[in-house]
């Protein structure tokens, strides 16, 4: 890749925008001798494979021990065959059933054809065979998949909760009386509000197999995170001491060459300089470097943040190319993203893989195990927030031995920049925590509903779904959701509320009310969003893009939850202003973790107030406001869970002499949640905060970091945890920023309610400095 690297430096659009390389080695390969069943053997060598990675062979035998398993390494490091062997030989023993669980369908079709493919080169009547179960099944498919009883069964997480598990005794007996292994794919995106859905999913799983007889294990394959086996035991619900775990790759890989590129910053007087950390956009570098890699025959991948973005720009490159005389190549670029149809993402990455595509601009649907092949280059349009989904998405760069490269190309906010001013939090920092929240209170009473309809209640689901089941049964009870019936065999309760508890109840939110947005045109539904999001997004007056159209929203009718819009040249985005309050119902736990030891930082249950009471509009291309709309808009609430702390008189009075003391604690709030990332996995919008210079609770300036979602979904409770950590490493990327007085690449939100005013990051850095070293 050297020749390459070279020559991209001596592009016209390159002025030093390499900060930082690397070449990670390649390796060779490590086998392992693992006595396989000599008819899954011989399919194994008719497919190709004839040894067995180091790795594969530790999980194979930790499999049947009847250890549950981790297996946590990166991307195309062969996880499928550590679980492929032990359900093959099972099923070829005693007709033992296997289900197999992946969080998108893509990757559940490819796994599909993976193990069928096997599975056709055991002997003539072996009995083995796989077959998917998902929504895009007609139910006459559906009936004759189950007419066909497979030994490998494989679904979703959603199609488990609401087309199995209701049905399990009716329809799915004679599948879980011989279910012996369960496979948990991609376990590292079972987190926040879906990971903590699909706990409660996989706790109704548990307690139908013990009603069955059925003892499984649990296979669960992930990423590369900081805590695979509490994770993936509070996914399942089992006792991490019985978790066997596999994270040393022993499969072959090229040396990888890494480029972190960062555009250079604009000036809006001569074009380039410092302007307060404004820079050139990262989707145009992305597009310069794509074209580029193309050209020189690099079969390439980009991954940016939207769908928007990556239909825009795989449109721009191929007119580029074809505008350099690559008009083939031009014909052979394409976007992928999920609201594209199920056949048309197939063929993108079957074209992909055989090499028919010379290059994808993907959101995030490409980052998950689907088989693309072994891609020459990927670009990381923007920082992908953690480091698990940069090493994922790069990791899908290099075929077997060969080299391949990789550039991270940074945006203007807080992290991206944070990575381009210290590469060792990249490289060398340990991976971030994956956490869910099976105890969230706002999610449990719809699994124990649905548990009821499944098989009625006892005592012993206590087990299952913990201390707060007596409280939500009550509730469930006075609701009319449960009856309850004493028998001669103890209390039980059994559903009664009527429907299907399942198909009320989405795995993907918590939030179940939604609005549509409707084309005025034709009166299509375009697109439909949370009430949440729809309050913020699709207001009267807010500009709405969507698959590269751009509309103005008319009207937003809340009586009927439909977001009239019509299409618009305007040449202008819209963002909302809005007002927070936070009260405090009963702090959870207490802990000194700064500095200074009488600043405690406390956990607690609250109630977030929001009241949007605007939007802004601001410029295109400059960000510059161009005016103010007032919104009158329904208050919401969220009850969650929060970190807060305060602030001494002290530090106050300091703060207050030399700087803007609620622009500090402002700008100090802004920092603190944008490098939540660094700690945990989750999204900068997963994650809200408020300051106040007085808080009726505290009587003192406060400073309040909450999880996003109802009930909570760990995140705040896992930086509350290492909140010392947490402010040092803000400190850190305050310091580590050019600018005097405040950017996007450290205390500027683009999410703020209050247009970012006030900010004062010297405050906010003094703050910190309090805090973490005691500094009078």
Not at 422 to 437: G, Q, T
Request: hydrophobic share 35%.
């Amino acid at each position: 890749m050297d020749s390459v690297v070279e020559w991209l430096r001596s592009r016209p659009y390159y002025d030093g925008q390499v900060v930082y390389e690397r070449t990670t080695p390649g390796r060779e390969a490590t086998f392992a001798d693992v006595d396989v069943d000599p008819r899954v053997a011989s399919a194994l060598l008719g497919a190709g494979i004839e040894d067995v990675y180091g790795h594969q062979a530790r999980a194979v035998e930790a499999v049947r021990r009847g250890d549950d398993v981790v297996l946590a390494t990166p991307t195309a490091s062969g996880k499928s065959l550590a679980y492929t062997i032990p359900a093959f030989e099972r099923a070829l023993d005693d007709r033992a059933t296997t289900l197999y669980v992946a969080p998108q369908v893509a990757l559940i079709n490819d796994q599909t054809e993976t193990m069928s493919d096997l599975a056709a080169g055991l002997p003539f009547g072996s009995g083995v065979n796989v077959a998917q179960y998902t929504g895009q099944l007609s139910q006459t498919e559906k009936r004759a998949v189950r007419d066909r009883q497979p030994t490998v069964l494989a679904t979703t997480p959603d199609m488990l909760h609401y087309g199995i598990l209701p049905h399990a005794h009716r329809l799915w007996q004679w599948f879980f009386e011989r279910l012996e292994t369960v496979v948990i794919d991609e376990v590292h995106a079972y987190r926040g509000v879906f990971g903590s859905h699909v706990a409660l999913v996989m706790r109704r799983l548990q307690r139908l197999c013990d009603r069955f007889d059925a003892d499984p294990e649990f296979v669960c394959c992930s990423a590369t995170i900081g805590n695979p086996v509490e994770h993936a035991a509070t996914v399942v619900g089992r006792d991490e001491s019985g978790f066997a775990l596999v994270d040393e790759d022993e499969s072959a890989t090229g040396p990888r060459r890494w480029l972190l590129w960062n555009p250079p910053e604009y000036d809006a007087d001569d074009g380039w300089g410092d302007d307060g950390g404004r820079r050139r956009s990262p989707h145009v570098e992305a597009k310069n470097l794509f074209c580029d890699l193309v050209q020189r025959d690099l079969q390439t991948v980009v991954f940016t943040g939207s769908r928007q973005i990556a239909e825009r720009y795989a449109q721009e490159c191929a007119t580029e190319l074809r505008k350099r005389g690559e008009t083939d190549k031009g014909e052979h670029v394409a976007a992928y993203q999920a609201a594209l149809r199920d056949g048309k993402r197939e063929d993108i990455e079957s074209r992909l893989h055989d090499g028919d595509l010379v290059g994808v601009w993907s959101t995030s649907a490409l980052e998950l195990g689907v088989d693309v092949g072994g891609l020459d280059a990927v670009i990381l349009d923007g920082y992908p927030g953690t480091r698990m989904s940069t090493f994922q998405r790069a990791g899908r760069a290099g075929r077997g031995e060969d080299p391949a490269l990789v550039c991270l190309v940074a945006g203007e906010d807080q992290l991206d920049q944070y990575v381009m001013g210290d590469p060792a939090s990249l490289f060398d920092a340990p991976p971030e925590r994956a956490v869910s929240n099976p105890e969230n209170d706002q999610l449990l009473p719809a699994h124990v509903a649905s548990a009821a309809q499944e098989n009625w209640l006892s005592e012993r689901d206590r087990g299952y779904f913990g201390e707060p089941l007596d409280g939500i049964v009550s509730g469930l009870v006075r609701d009319g959701t449960l009856e309850r019936r004493d028998t001669d065999r103890g209390t039980r309760w059994t559903y009664s509320g009527g429907g299907s508890p399942q198909h009320e109840t989405s795995l993907r939110t918590v939030d179940d009310r939604e609005v549509d947005l409707v084309d005025e045109r034709s009166n299509d539904v375009f697109a439909t969003l949370s009430f949440a999001d729809a309050l913020r997004d699709a207001h009267e007056g807010a500009v709405y893009y969507h698959q590269g159209e751009k509309y103005e929203v008319r009207d937003l009718d809340l009586d009927r939850d439909v977001a009239v819009c019509s299409p618009t040249w305007a040449d202008y985005y819209t963002r909302t202003l809005h007002e927070k309050t936070i009260e405090v119902h009963e702090d959870l736990d207490e802990t000194a973790p700064f500095a200074r030891e009488d600043v405690p930082c406390r956990f607690a249950r609250v109630r977030m107030r929001k009241q949007i009471t605007g939007y802004e509009r601001k410029d295109a291309q400059s960000g510059e406001t161009l005016g103010e709309v007032p919104l009158d808009l329904p208050e919401t609430t969220l009850e969650t869970r929060a970190l807060y702390y305060t602030v001494p008189s002290d530090v106050q009075t300091t703060i207050t002499q030399e700087f803007d003391f609620p622009g500090a604690i402002h700008a100090a709030e802004h920092a603190q949640i944008s490098m939540f990332p660094t700690t945990v996995l989750c999204d900068r919008r997963d994650i809200g905060g408020l300051s106040t210079p007085l808080h009726p609770h505290t009587g003192a300036p406060t400073v309040f970091v909450y999880d996003g979602h109802p009930g909570g979904v760990g995140l705040s409770k896992t930086a509350y945890d290492d909140v010392h950590a947490l402010s040092a490493r803000t400190l850190d990327m305050l310091d580590a920023c050019s600018c005097e007085d405040g950017c996007p690449a450290c205390v500027q939100s683009p999410h703020c309610g209050n247009a970012n005013d006030p900010l004062d990051k010297a405050g906010a850095m003094h703050l910190l400095d309090a805090l973490t070293d005691a500094v009078q």
